[in-house]
């Protein structure tokens, strides 16, 4: 059994927690800010994604994300700004973003997905909060649209997973009382979603009944002392973990970790009695948006503004978030979103894709996890199991060199 104290209590902190208490380790997670209001836990679209295979690096992202950024209401932006680290993170994007990167990435990014999908499934059961299980819809609006979906449904049959490409009646038939306008799409039969607060709160019941403990605090400094917070406090343990998303950096760079990361800003809005409330979760392909029910909510979200750690909210990108959905569900007006308090969230972005777990060279009980970009709730469970891994000292479930966190040295 091992002290192990855990910086940050979002959905990758809590996760290895869970598995850490779990395991029989004295758990302290501090965390400043429990309601998790202002962190990318809480209002996100909820989906558990193995049919993301494709790292955010890949062939082609690069195009489209300059054709995207002369439209004000485009869901990629890139906040221009003289900053080192800013210029850093876009060469090692750009070195990344080829086929080379993606077919090594693919198969690592499956087996992460699935493991995390059924340890999803376990804590659902477990702690007896609703997964919805039915898979996911990418919709598609032009041909263009379609034809590359259909090379992702290839890749995916490649690698073992399961796509379905679909056209408008199989559409109508898995959504008989919601109108789609969309030419086809894809069904993703594997993925699955949930409300990220039932995820969340799950995970805490979780970790108080096997002991944990949850410290409101802020952790200012990390060094061979100990940790320092906020409040004045000094914890210590065996091994500390730094989970804090994008704010990660701050601590990282006590340790000389140069960690490549970048904020990457999206927005949600939640109906809170929609219209009509379609059964699965759906992509909008060319709007990039994502749709997920969450009981008789119905959340909509996207966008991806690289911008550091600005919080600012765009009007016009928010407005192409309501526009695109408006489009593909034509019975929702954009009146419905009118007075709707926005959710910001900053997803912690690695520059090829891949999130970063591992020890933190030069300190031997320090280990990080995070970067996890659009995938952190989907690769929460995998990411608390291979944490457990390092602690108890065995060989990870899952091989994880790929995951270094000095990989760019
Ligand atoms: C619009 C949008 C939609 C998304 N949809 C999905 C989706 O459908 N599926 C999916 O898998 N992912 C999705 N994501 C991404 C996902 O939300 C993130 O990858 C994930 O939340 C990152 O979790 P985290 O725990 O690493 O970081 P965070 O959620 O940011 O949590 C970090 C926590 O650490 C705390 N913290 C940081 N530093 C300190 C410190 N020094 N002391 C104390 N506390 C500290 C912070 O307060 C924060 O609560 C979405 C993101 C956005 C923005």
């Known amino acids: ?14 996760s290895i927690g869970h598995s850490l208490s779990k395991g029989g380790h004295a758990v302290r997670i501090i965390e400043r800010d429990p309601e998790l209001e202002n962190s990318c836990s809480s209002g996100n679209a909820g989906m558990i994604v193995p049919s993301h295979f494709i790292p955010l690096a890949a ?11 002369l439209n004000p209401k485009s869901p990629f932006f890139l906040r221009p700004r003289l900053d080192p680290a800013l210029a850093r993170w876009i060469w090692l994007f ?19 997905s699935l493991l995390s999908r059924k340890l999803h499934l376990d804590l659902a059961r477990e702690e007896n909060f609703p997964l919805i299980d039915k898979g996911l819809l990418m ?16 890749s995916a049959h490649r690698l073992g997973l399961q796509a379905e490409l679909i056209g408008q009646s199989r559409i109508a038939e898995l959504e008989p009382s919601s109108a789609i306008n969309a030419i086809g799409g894809i069904l993703f039969p594997q993925d699955c979603h949930l409300d990220p607060t039932d995820f969340t709160r799950a995970l805490r019941q979780s970790i108080t009944r096997h002991g944990g403990e949850f410290i409101q605090d802020e952790a200012i400094s990390i060094g061979k002392d100990g940790i320092r917070t906020k409040t004045g406090a000094t914890h210590r343990a065996d091994t500390t973990i730094l989970a804090g998303g994008i704010s990660s950096l701050d601590l ?11 904020g990457g800003k999206g927005y949600s809005l939640t109906l809170p009695k929609p219209l009509q409330n ?32 600005d919080t600012t909210i765009s009007k016009p990108r928010l407005q192409g978030i309501i526009e695109s959905f408006c489009s593909f569900y034509p019975e929702f ?7 709707l308090e926005p959710w910001v969230g900053l997803r912690p972005c690695s520059p090829d894709g891949l999130p970063y777990i591992g020890k933190v ?42 995951l270094a966190p000095e990989r760019f040295g």
Do not use: Y
């Open 1 to 14: 059994m091992k002290e192990v104290l855990i910086i940050g209590g979002g959905v990758i902190g809590l």
């Open 361 to 402: 060279p030069g300190h031997d009980n320090v280990i990080i996890a995070t970067g996890h970009s659009m995938m952190g709730l989907s690769l929460a469970p995998v990411t608390g199991q291979l944490i457990a891994d390092l602690v108890d000292e065995k060989e990870p479930t899952i091989p994880i060199s790929a």
């Open 94 to 112: 750009m070195r990344h973003s080829n086929i080379d990167h993606v077919s090594k990435s693919e198969p690592l990014l499956r087996d992460l």
């Open 59 to 69: 062939p082609g992202v690069i195009s489209q994300g300059l054709k995207w950024m």
């Open 139 to 154: 919709l598609c609006q032009t041909q263009k649209g379609l034809d590359d979906e259909a090379e992702v449904v290839e």
């Open 333 to 339: 007006s954009p009146q419905e979103f009118a007075g």
């Open 278 to 309: 379609p059964r699965l979760c759906s992509l909008l392909k060319e709007g990039r948006v994502a749709v997920t029910p969450m009981g008789d909510q119905l959340r909509v979200a996207g966008t991806m503004e690289i911008c550091g750690k």
């Open 252 to 262: 990282s760079h006590q340790l000389s970790l140069k960690l490549p990361m970048q």
